[in-house]
């Protein structure tokens, strides 16, 4: 990893509560679910100042993709963008600033993303960190659109139980998707499209 990201890192990491970043462990991991599923085009709901976006964006390095990613926070959105730029990662990253159910309504992300895309399914890899009453929302959007092998990544299934049993009840049983239930940091829910 290059220094100057190595070192971004871990300056984020000292003030990781406060931005409710994920962890160095889960930042890792998906790096490398990306890397290993050579994802090129990315949607992150709920940026804050930019720590899983790094992470994303380090993996869209090697397979050539680009991430999108939306944040209500307009001071915690300039910080990601700064943060993204210290890293010189920031071509690789389009920052949308608005609530996520309300950008998801006009945002046209195909302008985003690579073009060989030949139906009406583009998006690789969702990684949904936000509102934790959105989550089948956000699904209900993601889902049409996720390639087949595409895959959907919640953070917060465990730590979040209470208000997230419903969407892992969904995931679980939805017969388009292998999902499992990981102990991992705050509790991450991966899913893979089957079908
Ligand atoms: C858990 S933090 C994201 C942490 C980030 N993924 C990381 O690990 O570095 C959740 C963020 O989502 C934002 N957020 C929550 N609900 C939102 C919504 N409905 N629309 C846009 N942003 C939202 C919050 O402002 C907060 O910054």
Redesign the pocket.
Known sequence: MDDKIKQKLAELQKTHNE????SPEI?KFLNMLIKSGNYKNIL??????????IWLAMALQETGGHLVT????QD?QDMARKNLEDCALIDKVTLVQ????E?LKWLDLKLFYTSDNTDDTYIDFA?I???KL?YIEYFNFIHPKLKKNGMIVA??VISHENKLWSYVDLMMAHEDYQTVKLNLGAGLLVSLKIK
């Open positions: 931005f409710w970043n994920i930042g992150e709901l709920g940026t804050s100042n930019g720590y899983s976006a939306i944040e209500y926070s915690r608005g609530k996520i159910l950008i990684f960190d936000a509102s959105e953070d917060n």
